[in-house]
Nanobody, 117 residues
Framework: EVQLLESGGGLVRPGGSLKLNCVAS????????MNWVRQAPGKAFEWLAR????????DYSDSAQGRFTISRDNAKSVLYLQMNDLKPEDMALYYC??????????RGQGTQVTVSS
C-alpha cells in the first residue's frame, strides 16, 4: 500500500521560500517516478514537477520552471520540492504522488502553502 506523508508547508510572504518534504513507504520508492501536484480552492489539480527513480531528468510545468526544484533521496525514501520566489497564486494544498497521482490512493494528504503579506 502506497503511503505518502507531506510536510513543510506553512505561511510565507510573497517572495519567500519553502521546502516541502514527502516521506514514502509501502512501495519501491527508488524505482518509482514521483510527482508534486497542487490544488487551489475551487480549482482542478495542477501538475508541477516530476522526477524519475534515479533522480535524473526532472520535468516542470511552466508555472514551476525556474522557481521550483524537485529532488529526491532514495536512501531515505524522501521526495522534496524547493520553492522560491513564492507568489500569492502559489497558495494551494500541495501533494506528492506516484505517476498515478490522479488516483487518491497514489498521493498523500497534502500540505498547505499560504502566501500572504
Amino acid at each position: 500500500e502506497v503511503q505518502l506523508l507531506e510536510s513543510g508547508g506553512g505561511l510565507v510572504r510573497p517572495g519567500g521560500s519553502l521546502k516541502l518534504n514527502c516521506v514514502a513507504s509501502g512501495f519501491t520508492f527508488s524505482t518509482s517516478g514521483m510527482n508534486w501536484v497542487r490544488q487551489a480552492p475551487g480549482k482542478a489539480f495542477e501538475w508541477l514537477a516530476r522526477i524519475d527513480g534515479g533522480g535524473r531528468t526532472p520535468d516542470y510545468s511552466d508555472s514551476a520552471q525556474g522557481r521550483f526544484t524537485i529532488s529526491r533521496d532514495n536512501a531515505k525514501s524522501v521526495l522534496y520540492l524547493q520553492m522560491n520566489d513564492l507568489k500569492p497564486e502559489d497558495m494551494a494544498l500541495y501533494y506528492c504522488g506516484t505517476d498515478y497521482w490522479r488516483d487518491p490512493r497514489a498521493r498523500g494528504q497534502g500540505t498547505q502553502v499560504t502566501v500572504s503579506s
